[in-house]
């Protein structure tokens, strides 16, 4: 069945009509009462102050707040109720949410309400969500057309409301669509717990492999000249990359682009600047001693690839005889960061030095095949954790692609043509 067959077919001849949102809801903006820090309160019968920070990361509503303000305050603001949609025009700028709570809002948001003889909550929730509507907010503020995401460009926006002159067959074929769109959502939720129970299994296990007693493993600091050694990262900074030439690995990228091993680089640097940089070798720890956070200082990865690789500043190799793998996943251990934790220094940028690293001890097992061993049951749960190819991060991103093309599907209703296609 094509697309355009799906769609016709849910309808069963129903007629599509588009609207200006403001036509079936209230449309306003939030306001704030200042000074705000008057009117914030303790009181477990205030009114709550909803702000971005009280939004989940993928969440569909707003369940809690972290602050109240008085009843005072909130009659300078915007109150809202149980149902309302709030838009945010900062941050994740465009983003819906529905509230789970009443409370009040700031300048920094604008509020749909008094929509539910026309919309069905969560068929606006996915119209608003779409890559259409987010694209449109978009192509309105760069244009210049408007600075900021206002309740008259909320107003504006047209709406697709199928078979208006029959209210309630229009709301039972809008929750037919939700039908359909949240057996996806519930899918990719159901993965997400999965993958969180995994992550938490593989945590305790990795936990677990490491422990060892003194009949068991030998405790040796990393810097022991038996078994490795550190060398500081050279010179290289971002403005050093290019399109082909020597991999390089940039402290910055181990937090964001690498895992527990790699065998390619996601940069380059030229032969000429590769010719006096410091390079680690295959089989080499590359580690970030500096980070933000505590966590993130010496998240490391071990380089798998034939070539040697040229190491930024900020970041230092560990050159060994142990298996790879098992040196990368004992640096994601606790028994790792309980003891880096006392060689941390700084204050806005924390770090820990090559010659700190060098007094963190290992437990080398005594059992010839242990190290590798340990490493063939971690890889598993790695894989499982965290491969974007075939574990369960792939079959969450595989449920989303499904998601957002059947709600592109099932938003695609017949228009004119100057109205948003979902």
């Not at 210049?144 to 208006?164: K, T, Y």
């Not at 298996?323 to 806005?348: C, D, L, M, W």
């Amino acid at each position: 069945m094509s697309d355009l067959s799906f769609l016709n077919n849910l309808l069963d001849g129903a007629e599509v009509e588009w609207k200006p949102l403001g036509d079936v809801a209230k449309v306003q903006r939030g306001a704030s009462p200042r000074p705000i820090s008057k009117f914030i309160t303790d009181d477990p019968d205030g009114v709550p102050w909803i702000k971005i920070g009280d939004t989940e990361p993928g969440s569909k509503y707003v369940t809690k707040t972290a602050q109240k303000i008085t009843a005072g305050g909130a009659e300078k603001s915007r109150r809202l109720s149980k149902g309302d949609f709030i838009i945010s025009n900062s941050m994740s700028f465009g983003r819906p949410y529905i509230l789970a709570l009443d409370g009040a809002i700031h300048d920094g948001w604008a509020s749909v309400s008094d929509y539910q003889d026309a919309l069905n909550s969560d068929f606006l929730y996915h119209y608003l969500s779409s890559h259409a509507v987010q694209s449109y907010w978009l192509t309105k503020i760069n244009s210049g057309s408007v600075s900021n995401l206002n309740s008259q460009l909320i107003q504006a926006l047209e709406v697709p409301i199928p078979c208006p002159k029959e209210p309630e067959k229009s709301l039972a074929i809008q929750a037919e669509i939700v039908r359909i769109l949240e057996s996806f959502t519930e899918l990719t939720a159901e993965l997400t717990a999965e993958l969180a129970a995994r992550k938490k299994q593989y945590n305790h296990y990795r936990e677990e492999l490491f422990c060892f007693d003194d009949s068991e493993a030998e405790f040796l600091a990393l810097g022991d000249e038996r078994i490795g050694s550190f060398t500081r990262g050279g010179g290289l900074q971002k403005k050093d990359f290019v399109e082909q030439g020597v991999g390089c690995i940039h402290y910055g990228q181990i937090y964001t682009h690498y895992g527990t091993f790699a065998r390619s680089t996601k940069s380059y640097v030229s032969d000429d600047f590769a010719k006096k940089a410091r390079k680690a070798k295959k089989g080499d720890l590359v580690i970030a001693t500096t980070s933000e956070n505590d966590d993130d200082v010496c998240k490391a990865v071990a380089w798998l690839g034939e070539e040697d690789i040229a190491v930024s500043s900020d970041a230092c190799f560990y050159s060994h005889n142990l298996n790879p793998k098992y040196v990368s996943y004992f640096f994601q251990t606790e028994q790792f960061q309980k003891q880096k934790r006392a060689y941390i220094t700084g204050t806005k940028v924390r770090r820990v030095n090559a010659d700190s690293l060098a007094k963190i001890e290992i437990p080398v097992p005594h059992k010839e095949g242990e190290q590798e061993r340990i490493v063939v049951i971690l890889d598993k749960f790695d894989t499982l954790t965290t491969s974007l190819s075939e574990g369960l991060p792939r079959e969450i991103a595989l449920r989303q692609q499904q998601y957002e093309y059947y709600r592109h599907l099932l938003l695609s209703f017949p228009k004119a043509a100057q109205a948003v296609e979902a």
